[in-house]
């Protein structure tokens, strides 16, 4: 399965973007996840979703902040980030794994190049 990230930028704080992951195959019976990677940190979650049900999760960072979605129909994920913060730059990339949603990116499959998103204060 080959992953596409796109909707990156930059983008003043306060501001909002809305990352979308559009996997090449199809990803049926997949979650997908997102993470982000600072330079010189260690790469994090930041929220998935299920194939069945659609159940989410996010990590306490961005809860409130950012929305995950996916389009079955469209095989598509998107992250849509509110009230960026400087902290919240990073590269981001989307992710897919067989079965249920895990927050350790270890347990993830597939995995897309990554776009950058770069908020400014």
């Known amino acids: 399965v080959q992953l596409q990230a796109s909707g990156g930028g930059l983008v003043q704080a306060g501001g909002s973007l809305r990352l979308s992951c559009q996997p090449l195959d199809t990803v049926s019976n997949y979650a997908m996840g997102w993470f982000r990677q600072a330079p010189g940190k260690e790469r994090e979650f930041i929220a998935a979703?299920?194939?069945?049900?659609?159940?989410?999760y996010y990590a306490d960072s961005v809860k409130g902040r950012f929305i995950i979605s996916r389009d079955n129909a469209k095989n598509t994920v998107y992250l849509q980030m509110n009230s960026l913060k400087p902290e919240d730059t990073a590269v981001y990339y989307c992710?897919?794994?067989?079965?249920?949603?895990?927050?350790?990116?270890?347990?993830?499959?597939?995995w897309g190049q990554g776009t950058q998103v770069t908020v400014s204060s």
């Open positions: 992710a897919a794994r067989r079965g249920q949603v895990a927050q350790n990116g270890n347990r993830y499959d597939y």
């Open positions: 979703i299920s194939w069945v049900g659609g159940s989410t």
